[in-house]
């Protein structure tokens, strides 16, 4: 029984990775399963709902304080009748009940402040769990990326080796028909194996890319991804003259969530200060309550016990009253605290700036890198048209005799090479300007905030 189901599910697994390596994934798609399916995430979630309650109990604590109280007490030997305070001799037992309620009128204004606070801190939070989905994200795009790299690598080693085999099978002919020698063949073998071997490793690099991408989206039981490029017109929209560091900062700086988290901690920040000046005011309270209590030594003019549901109701008391509490020293406590708080927005303020300087840095790295890609790209666009040119005369060449093995050989690895860099620039500069365009508050990942 128990092989059976070994084997059953052995099987379900083999069909379950046949299924997602069938199914093409798109980049958003990729990103979309990746936010769902990632365990960091979850922290953050929690977080936020840890936080969201914070905020609430910072609301509830303006409602008033409401205690009930119980007691029951056997009293033995000499003792004070709580009855009518005498000196008794005899064991006897009591019941005390009592509802009471508190409320501060006025506490500083920290009640308040802390309500502000917590849900500052609570939009905090949500902002950086946001950033981290779009950190996320961005690695995911960067692993879909390294994947179209490899395959385009892939079929360029392929495109390579079935040059290889041709010339092989020309080589073989020519020695055939008596027209070459006999090393020949074995050059033209050597580096048709040596392209072989360059496809096994581009394949193997993919797997290695493929596998990246897969532990990122968090894809369990899967063993392959297959994934497809949308399509677009990016290479027609390239112009350098419209990408400047200034502007794309400062639509960045109307909705980064980083930028937005921390503006909002620096915020937190100056409502903590205020909540420990609050400290130093006096606290005024409004408090009251209702009461009563059954005593066995409570008797009738016929020395009887006075019956539980009589006293209950004869022993009733209400009170009410107002509580000042003037701070007046505590060790110096308070002011060292509001000290403390004012470091801790000096240093909420010095990260917000740190940041703004870390996104600007990044901003103008990109669009340095942008425009340096795009020459690079129309460069290498012009290399490959030329070493195409390039090899095609080569290897007409080369079956009239008019050129050696070597030189075919070495025309057509400056072909790859330049094929090679040219699918490289190409992504690159993709990537680059993709990310580009999400500063610019373009939606390029459907992300919900």
Known sequence: MNQKIKKISLIL???????FSQEKWTLNDCV?????HNLQLNDFKYNSQSNKETRNQSVRSLLPTINA???YNIRFGRSVDPNNNGIVNTDFFSNNYSLEFRMDLFKGFQKINTIKLSKLLYNANKQETLQQKYLLA????SAFYDILFYEGLTEISIEQQSLSQANYDFVNRQIELGMKAGADLYEA??????????????KNQLNAAKLKLIQEMNLEDAVDIS???????WVNELDISNEKSDSIFSKAMTFMPIIEAKELRVKAAKKQVAVSRGGLFPTLSLYGGYGTGYFQTL?????????????FRDNTFKFVGISLNIPITNGWASHSKIKQQKITLLREENNLQLQEQELFKTINELVLKYKSLVVEYEQSTQKVKAQLLSFETAQKKHEKGLISSLELYTSK?????????????????????????????????NINN
């Open 32 to 36: 979309a399963y990746a936010i769902d």
């Open 227 to 233: 994934i497809i490029s949308e399509e677009s017109n």
């Open 189 to 202: 073998e050597s580096r048709l194996l040596a392209d072989k071997l360059k496809v096994t490793q581009s």
């Open 299 to 311: 008797t009738n003019a016929n020395g009887e016990t006075i019956p539980f549901k009589d006293q």
């Open 138 to 141: 961005f690695r995911v795009m």
């Open 413 to 445: 690895n400056l072909l790859g090479n330049a094929q090679n860099e040219n699918l490289q620039v190409k992504l690159l500069l993709e990537v680059n300007k993709k990310t580009l365009d999400f500063y610019k508050g373009l939606p390029i990942f």
């Open 69 to 71: 109280t119980g007691d």
């Open 13 to 19: 697994l083999l069909i379950s990775s046949q299924l």
